[in-house]
């Protein structure tokens, strides 16, 4: 078995601030995904990475940047956050890319004031 | 445009009965349909998934029936439970690694 972190659990941040979320993995996994959750929509895809060396953009990618530092770890930063903006911000991983099940992390909610 | 689509939104159920949970889709390329579950608090995990190969995949009281025609699918829950109150997704896929997510069918089963 395996486990994802993310970090912070919670994280509040003021208009135009820029923010780090962070996500480890200890799954072994090539393949992690950050998505974004707003209430009733459902899963959007911001960025994904397939292997270490590999970033890819997802269907939300502007206004967010990704970086995968090593193969554990993936974070992801909001260059610019916008006011009222409230989302659940979920991190995954997988074995490969190729119909693998994604494993999700709890977490981590943002409020921007 | 979105690519999934789920209904109903939210679903009510009493303990016992079948829950059907629906999901139709725009892209025939599609050929990967995984089910996520969703509790308050957590992140989703996979239930159950299917590939567009089959027409049926069981896995205890959860069915996927997929009728890759009319690019539709659904899950029935058989003898619903309390513990099954959640938020349902339905994902589409391929070998590309990414998964499209429907907005969620929210089921209560009340006991």
């Known amino acids: 078995g ?7 659990k919670f994280l509040i941040g ?9 996500c480890q993995q200890n799954f072994n996994h090539d393949t992690m995904y950050w998505y974004r959750q707003d ?17 890819q953009k997802g269907d939300l990618s502007e206004g967010y940047d990704a ?6 770890s993936f974070s992801l930063t909001v260059t610019s956050a916008q006011k009222n903006e409230m989302a659940v911000f979920l991190c995954a991983s997988s074995i490969d890319s190729f119909y693998a099940e994604q494993f999700f992390g709890p977490g981590t909610r943002l409020t921007v004031l | 445009q979105q690519q999934v689509r789920q209904s109903p939104q939210s679903l009510t159920v009493w303990e016992g009965e079948t829950a059907i949970l629906n999901c139709s889709y725009e892209n025939s390329a599609f050929d990967y349909f995984p089910w996520y579950q969703q509790f308050p608090g957590e992140g989703p995990a996979l239930l159950i998934a299917i590939r567009s190969v089959s ?15 009319e690019k539709k699918l659904s899950l029935h829950i058989t003898d619903s439970q309390p513990g099954d ?14 998964l499209t997510f429907g907005h969620g069918t929210i089921l209560r ?3």
Request: hydrophobic share 25%; charged share 30%; with cysteine.
């Open chain 1, 39 to 55: 209430s009733g929509k459902g899963l959007r895809l911001i960025y994904y990475s397939i292997t270490e060396n590999d970033l």
């Open chain 1, 2 to 8: 395996g486990i994802i972190t993310q970090t912070p």
């Open chain 1, 67 to 72: 970086s995968r530092e090593k193969k554990s």
């Open chain 1, 14 to 22: 003021q208009e135009g601030q820029k923010l780090t979320l962070k």
């Open chain 2, 109 to 111: 089963v009340h006991p």
């Open chain 2, 55 to 69: 027409d049926k995949k069981e896995d205890g009281r959860f069915t996927i029936f997929f009728n890759k025609r």
């Open chain 2, 85 to 98: 109150s959640a938020t349902y997704f339905c994902a589409v896929g391929a070998n590309t690694g990414k």
